[in-house]
């Protein structure tokens, strides 16, 4: 089939929708489903901007096809503050200037979120280790880092 | 960075997917997508049909068979590898690939099978005398690691085939070294050694399939010493036809190929 | 520790306590709040009913004739709404002005490429369609016959002007200016010796945004005016080279931003795409969105300027005091000029960098090329001339014998000699760049190496 009717939880929402086969995942959750929060940034798979969380891991929403994620669950950085009130880790990001033009930050956010999720308290090591699929173009990392740091005591 | 149209089927077992494997020549397994799903979006080849293969439990998981041998399902993901005890070599060689979204969902059986010059595990599985088991329509066939590596991006799990699972024989002081671009970035040169009565020394990036240092494996013999180690790898460049590129040259990967044999060889000295 | 040291320490002001105002304090931004949520709004995010999307048809040539070019197979694919080329660009539209003085301001510059391609990636033809996938699969279907033309890849080939890029302009010498300060004889005859440096090459490069440029286009047919969702970072200067050429008002193109993924300079020479993009929202009577994609970012978006520097000299004392700098620099912008000559005549904010020379000559000729036409990147035109004061001090030290460390310090404009003029006629307020050397040295344990 080269499309198909498709049933995916969203952010905590069961979504039904007719996918193309060759539809990528990041164009339908930001094209389809309007959460652009989750962003392209590059053709490669090498830069992260695309990052969600895909059956509760850090995935790369560029390198996964939309029909693939039938029956899965997904969390873009929509699902971090739905009321608005932002996690610790948001402002953390914002405290430590860790973000200036802010479109890699979702992508960082969800990196940042899968980590502190199986490990709460990271090394720097480990910090950098889980932020090393996401490129940064503005801040040079370092804020990034404190930010992260900051919320893993 | 788009697709052309394609087809997608997802079999619910292995039969499945290799009757729909066989029955359409474009027909490609898609595993993790890391490697295939770029592929497409450059348009540098187009299946007609995704057979995926998440469905495929039978295909995942490291087992321990309690002889020393241990089964890795194809579909095993390098986070997963990374998470395992059973051959510690395999998944600290899986952790240093690419970055945490990518090792979430490539697999081992992708990365063999896709058998580009440059992936890690090629040259570590030839170096561990891994086995590896294919099955078609014809039924179900084991390849030795030597065998199994055929071209760039040729392996001997054909067209309507699968590989299922790789079994790796008993053993443990393996050792695995490379230079790559960036940390954790693609292989420049890479080399696996495992000592296991003898030493088995496996080259990578340096040629389509991974290269056994045959010479070098004669003249370690038994004498692991770090100066017959280091006297052994002297003139394994020469042997080598490796390609230059704009991050290398043939000349600096001959070199790196002597450096990084002994350092590999010398750390699976150390592994217990 | 150095002479320069100890005479600064009473000119170092001491920081005491936090002054009232911004300067020192951590405020936070306003924007974060919606940043971290992922509320931003970055073009690609603006969506419009009936939208269409635009591909670019663009050379894989460095430079080639367009012999013909025929969409009729990619208008037939369903879903396509329709396409621009070169033809239509020729008729719609005047060129775009050049900053440039002659031969450069004669250069025609289009929408899309005319008659002609000159360089890899230049967009030769658009297409749009319901889907972005619809329409890169659009895009392969149309058919460009290409003659290929000998490609000038080096500004020393621009120069023999033996292949010529624009006709109009007769020569590939777009700019041309001698910068002489101070008596650059004088120094010579002073010197003990004269350190020679063939040739100094500085590559080009990009600044890479994470986000790629675009923008979504509507047309108001009552009104004429396109109203323009886009990540332009200078759209006043974009409105300036866009309206004359769509034979407009400004007045008729209203630029909308919230959010930029960064720019760096990349998102400044947009034009080009963006007047595609607005006959394209007028002809076929809907809005059309762009998106570049990161490969043709890297090719053909704007690369920051490319220099050679040849026959430099530089006369010197036996203990390394510098007196004077003279050098030909050939600039390589490209294609198209677009936003140069500045970058021909900027560097010149910094011509001694943090040196005391006072005697310097730049002889700066600025050629086109068949490569990605240069707009200001990061640092813009500055780093390629201060790259070449540092490796001039390295290599006279080298050749001088003397440790480079020794050679920057002597040389160094010193604190108490600021206010300093430069001979180019800036002011170092303040500063002491031994002491900066010193402490970047102990962080990175240059003793121990």
Same mark, same amino acid.
């Given at each position: 089939?080269?499309?198909?009717?498709?049933?995916?939880?969203?952010? +905590?929402?069961?979504?039904?929708?007719?996918?193309?086969?060759?539809?990528?995942?990041?164009?339908?959750?930001?094209?389809?489903?309007?959460?652009?929060?989750?962003?392209?940034?590059?053709?490669?798979?090498?830069?992260?901007?695309?990052?969600?969380?895909?059956?509760?891991?850090?995935?790369?929403?560029?390198?996964?096809?939309?029909?693939?994620?039938?029956?899965?669950?997904? $969390?873009?950085?929509?699902?971090?503050?739905?009321?608005?009130?932002?996690?610790?880790?948001?402002?953390?990001?914002?405290?430590?200037?860790?973000?200036?033009?802010?479109?890699?930050?979702?992508? @960082?956010?969800?990196?940042?979120? /899968?980590?502190?999720?199986?490990?709460?308290?990271?090394?720097?090591?480990?910090?950098?280790?889980?932020?090393?699929?996401?490129?940064?173009?503005?801040?040079?990392?370092?804020?990034?880092?404190?930010?992260?740091?900051?919320?893993?005591? | 960075?788009?697709?052309?149209?394609? #087809?997608?089927?997802?079999?619910?077992?292995?039969? $499945?997917?290799?009757?729909?494997?066989?029955?359409?020549?474009?027909?490609?397994?898609?595993?993790?997508?890391?490697?295939?799903?770029?592929? @497409?979006?450059?348009?540098?080849?187009?299946?007609?049909?995704?057979?995926?293969?998440?469905?495929?439990?039978?295909?995942?998981?490291?087992?321990?068979?309690?002889? +020393?041998?241990?089964?890795? &399902?194809? @579909?095993?993901?390098?986070?997963?590898?990374?998470?395992?005890?059973?051959?510690? %070599?395999?998944?600290?060689?899986?952790?240093?690939?690419?970055?945490?979204?990518?090792?979430?969902?490539?697999?081992?059986?992708?990365?063999?099978?896709?058998?580009?010059?440059?992936? /890690?595990?090629?040259?570590?599985?030839?170096?561990?005398?891994?086995?590896?088991?294919?099955?078609?329509?014809?039924?179900?066939?084991?390849?030795?690691?030597?065998?199994?590596?055929?071209?760039?991006?040729?392996?001997?799990?054909?067209?309507?085939? =699968?590989?299922?699972?790789?079994?790796?024989?008993?053993?443990?002081?393996?050792?695995?070294?490379?230079?790559?671009?960036?940390?954790?970035?693609?292989?420049?040169?890479?080399?696996?050694?495992?000592?296991?009565?003898?030493?088995?020394?496996?080259?990578?990036?340096?040629?389509?399939?991974?290269?056994?240092?045959?010479? @070098?494996?004669?003249? *370690?013999?038994?004498?692991?010493?770090?100066?017959?180690?280091?006297?052994?790898?002297?003139?394994?460049?020469?042997?080598?036809?490796?390609?230059?590129?704009?991050?290398?040259?043939?000349?600096?990967?001959?070199?790196?190929?002597?450096?990084?044999?002994?350092?590999?060889? =010398?750390?699976?000295?150390? !592994?217990? | 520790?150095?002479?320069?040291?100890?005479?600064? #320490?009473?000119?170092?002001?001491?920081?005491?306590?936090?002054?009232?105002?911004?300067?020192?304090?951590?405020?936070?931004?306003?924007?974060?709040?919606?940043?971290?949520?992922?509320?931003?709004?970055?073009?690609?995010?603006?969506?419009?009913? &009936?939208?269409?999307?635009? /591909?670019?048809?663009?050379?894989?040539?460095?430079?080639?004739?367009?012999?013909?070019?025929?969409?009729?197979?990619?208008?037939?694919?369903?879903?396509?709404? +329709?396409?621009?080329?070169?033809?239509?660009?020729?008729?719609?539209?005047?060129?775009?002005?050049?900053?440039?003085?002659?031969?450069?301001?004669?250069?025609?510059?289009?929408?899309?490429?005319?008659?002609?391609?000159?360089?890899?990636? #230049?967009?030769?033809?658009?297409?749009?369609?319901?889907?972005?996938?619809?329409?890169?699969?659009?895009?392969?279907?149309?058919?460009?016959?290409?003659?290929?033309?000998?490609?000038?890849?080096?500004?020393?080939?621009?120069?023999?002007?033996?292949?010529?890029?624009?006709?109009?302009?007769?020569?590939?010498?777009?700019?041309?200016?001698?910068?002489?300060?101070?008596?650059?004889?004088?120094?010579?005859?002073?010197?003990?010796?004269?350190?020679? %440096?063939?040739?100094?090459?500085?590559?080009?490069?990009?600044?890479?945004?994470?986000?790629?440029?675009?923008?979504?286009?509507?047309?108001?047919?009552?009104?004429?005016?396109?109203?323009?969702?886009?990540?332009?970072?200078?759209?006043?200067?974009?409105?300036?080279?866009?309206?004359?050429?769509?034979?407009?008002?400004?007045?008729?193109?209203?630029?909308?931003?919230?959010?930029?993924?960064?720019?760096?300079?990349?998102?400044?020479?947009?034009?080009?795409?963006?007047?595609?993009?607005?006959?394209?929202?007028?002809? =076929?009577?809907?809005?059309?969105?762009?998106?570049?994609?990161?490969?043709?970012?890297?090719?053909?978006?704007? /690369?920051?300027?490319?220099?050679?520097?040849?026959?430099?000299?530089?006369?010197?004392?036996?203990?390394?005091?510098?007196?004077?700098?003279?050098?030909?620099?050939?600039?390589?912008?490209?294609?198209?000029?677009?936003?140069?000559?500045?970058?021909?005549? *900027?560097?010149?904010?910094?011509?001694?960098?943090?040196?005391?020379?006072?005697?310097? !000559?730049?002889?700066?000729?600025?050629?086109?090329?068949?490569?990605?036409?240069?707009?200001?990147?990061?640092?813009?035109? !500055?780093?390629?001339?201060?790259?070449?004061?540092?490796?001039?001090?390295?290599?006279?030290?080298?050749?001088?014998?003397?440790?480079?460390?020794?050679?920057?310090?002597?040389?160094?404009?010193?604190?108490?000699?600021?206010?300093?003029?430069?001979?180019?006629?800036?002011?170092?307020?303040?500063?002491?760049?031994?002491?900066?050397?010193?402490?970047?040295?102990?962080?990175?344990?240059?003793? &121990?190496?």
């Amino acid at each position: 089939m080269t499309s198909k009717r498709i049933t995916v939880t969203v952010n +905590g929402e069961v979504i039904e929708y007719d996918v193309e086969a060759r539809r990528l995942l990041v164009h339908f959750i930001r094209d389809d489903l309007d959460l652009t929060g989750t962003h392209v940034g590059c053709d490669t798979g090498n830069c992260g901007a695309c990052t969600l969380l895909y059956n509760g891991v850090a995935a790369k929403s560029c390198m996964l096809l939309a029909i693939q994620a039938d029956g899965a669950t997904i $969390e873009t950085v929509e699902s971090l503050s739905p009321d608005g009130e932002l996690t610790p880790l948001q402002q953390s990001f914002s405290d430590h200037h860790a973000l200036q033009c802010g479109y890699c930050t979702p992508g @960082m956010l969800m990196s940042a979120k /899968h980590l502190l999720d199986k490990n709460p308290h990271p090394s720097e090591d480990e910090i950098r280790k889980a932020i090393q699929g996401n490129i940064c173009r503005c801040t040079g990392y370092v804020n990034i880092v404190e930010a992260i740091k900051a919320v893993s005591k | 960075m788009l697709l052309r149209e394609v #087809e997608y089927v997802r079999p619910a077992s292995v039969e $499945e997917a290799i009757t729909l494997l066989s029955a359409n020549d474009g027909a490609r397994a898609l595993a993790g997508g890391q490697t295939l799903v770029n592929v @497409m979006k450059a348009r540098a080849a187009s299946p007609d049909v995704l057979v995926d293969l998440q469905d495929l439990g039978e295909l995942r998981g490291v087992r321990d068979l309690g002889n +020393g041998s241990v089964e890795i &399902g194809a @579909m095993t993901t390098y986070t997963e590898l990374a998470a395992d005890d059973a051959r510690s %070599i395999l998944g600290e060689v899986a952790g240093t690939i690419a970055d945490v979204q990518v090792r979430n969902r490539g697999t081992i059986g992708g990365n063999v099978c896709s058998n580009d010059p440059t992936n /890690h595990f090629p040259p570590l599985l030839v170096a561990l005398g891994a086995r590896f088991t294919i099955r078609g329509a014809a039924g179900e066939r084991e390849v030795s690691a030597d065998e199994f590596f055929l071209g760039v991006y040729l392996t001997a799990a054909g067209p309507g085939e =699968l590989l299922t699972k790789i079994t790796i024989p008993p053993g443990g002081q393996d050792g695995f070294s490379a230079v790559t671009i960036g940390r954790d970035g693609t292989g420049i040169v890479t080399a696996a050694a495992s000592l296991n009565g003898g030493a088995r020394i496996a080259i990578g990036c340096v040629d389509a399939v991974p290269v056994r240092a045959t010479a @070098m494996e004669e003249r *370690i013999g038994h004498d692991l010493s770090d100066e017959n180690v280091r006297a052994a790898a002297a003139g394994l460049g020469a042997t080598l036809d490796p390609p230059s590129d704009v991050h290398a040259s043939a000349d600096y990967r001959r070199h790196l190929a002597e450096v990084l044999a002994v350092r590999a060889v =010398l750390a699976a000295k150390e !592994r217990r | 520790m150095t002479q320069t040291e100890t005479q600064t #320490e009473a000119l170092v002001v001491e920081q005491t306590e936090t002054k009232p105002g911004f300067a020192g304090t951590s405020i936070p931004r306003k924007e974060d709040k919606r940043l971290v949520q992922g509320q931003g709004v970055f073009f690609d995010d603006v969506k419009r009913h &009936g939208m269409g999307y635009v /591909h670019f048809v663009r050379s894989p040539y460095a430079h080639a004739k367009i012999k013909s070019i025929d969409v009729a197979a990619a208008l037939e694919l369903p879903g396509v709404y +329709g396409s621009l080329t070169g033809d239509e660009v020729a008729i719609l539209t005047d060129p775009f002005f050049e900053l440039s003085v002659k031969p450069g301001a004669d250069i025609k510059d289009y929408a899309l490429a005319v008659g002609r391609v000159r360089h890899v990636g #230049e967009p030769v033809a658009a297409v749009v369609a319901s889907s972005r996938e619809v329409a890169r699969d659009a895009a392969d279907l149309v058919v460009v016959d290409y003659e290929p033309l000998p490609a000038v890849t080096t500004a020393e080939q621009a120069q023999t002007n033996d292949v010529v890029l624009h006709d109009e302009g007769g020569s590939n010498v777009v700019w041309e200016g001698l910068f002489d300060w101070g008596d650059y004889e004088g120094a010579i005859a002073e010197a003990d010796h004269v350190v020679k %440096i063939e040739r100094l090459h500085f590559d080009r490069f990009s600044s890479t945004p994470l986000e790629c440029a675009g923008v979504l286009v509507e047309y108001n047919r009552g009104t004429a005016q396109w109203t323009l969702y886009g990540n332009h970072q200078m759209p006043g200067v974009g409105a300036i080279w866009m309206a004359p050429a769509l034979r407009a008002g400004i007045d008729k193109l209203r630029f909308v931003s919230q959010d930029i993924g960064g720019a760096f300079g990349n998102k400044i020479c947009l034009h080009p795409q963006y007047v595609a993009c607005c006959l394209l929202a007028r002809k =076929l009577n809907r809005p059309v969105q762009w998106t570049e994609w990161r490969t043709d970012q890297h090719t053909a978006n704007a /690369h920051g300027n490319e220099r050679t520097f040849l026959e430099i000299e530089v006369p010197v004392k036996k203990d390394g005091t510098m007196l004077g700098l003279k050098v030909r620099a050939l600039d390589d912008c490209g294609a198209f000029p677009r936003y140069e000559p500045l970058g021909c005549i *900027i560097w010149a904010q910094v011509t001694p960098g943090c040196y005391r020379w006072r005697n310097i !000559r730049v002889d700066f000729t600025q050629v086109v090329t068949n490569k990605s036409p240069v707009s200001p990147n990061r640092g813009y035109s !500055r780093m390629q001339h201060l790259w070449l004061t540092e490796r001039v001090i390295d290599l006279v030290a080298n050749e001088l014998d003397l440790d480079p460390v020794e050679v920057r310090k002597k040389n160094y404009v010193r604190t108490e000699e600021m206010p300093y003029e430069t001979p180019n006629g800036c002011v170092y307020d303040s500063g002491d760049y031994a002491k900066c050397l010193d402490i970047a040295l102990g962080l990175i344990g240059y003793d &121990g190496l």
